[in-house]
């Protein structure tokens, strides 16, 4: 039986790239914002971390920038990529403090949530 890998797409319908390795980011850990059904959040949003946004997160009850070793998570800084929940990243957007995005690393799902046009006028080069 022949049987072939589907790979995951990008919002643009690329293959999708990888977000970040340092840290190491993805609901699998795998530095890609991949998702499944698991995935209750999506993680799916591949942004670039500003201070805004992390104040805007924290404040919101998901403290990014505070290191949790117990959980193997180092803590984010400005300039960092993350894989972001899509509908954290859409209130950020409504807030103005939404993270540029990069769309080759951000996953097909995210449009279920946020549109492409919006997701483009945050877009950074991948």
């Known amino acids: 039986m022949n049987q072939t890998k589907t790979l995951a797409k990008n919002v643009l319908g690329t293959e999708l790239k990888a977000c970040n390795m340092e840290p190491l980011t993805g609901f699998f850990r795998d530095g890609c914002c991949n998702t499944s059904d698991e995935d209750l959040g999506m993680h799916t949003v591949c942004s670039e971390m500003t201070e805004d946004f992390l104040y805007f997160s924290k404040e919101a ?42 769309l080759e690393a951000t996953h097909e799902r995210t449009l279920e949530i946020v549109g492409l046009s919006l997701l483009q006028r945050h877009a950074i080069p991948g």
């Open 61 to 102: 009850g998901n403290d990014l920038s505070t290191s949790r070793p117990e959980f193997g998570f180092v803590g984010l800084k400005t300039g960092d990529r993350w894989c972001l929940c899509a509908a954290r990243w859409a209130e950020a957007a409504e807030a103005g403090k939404a993270p540029r995005v990069v």
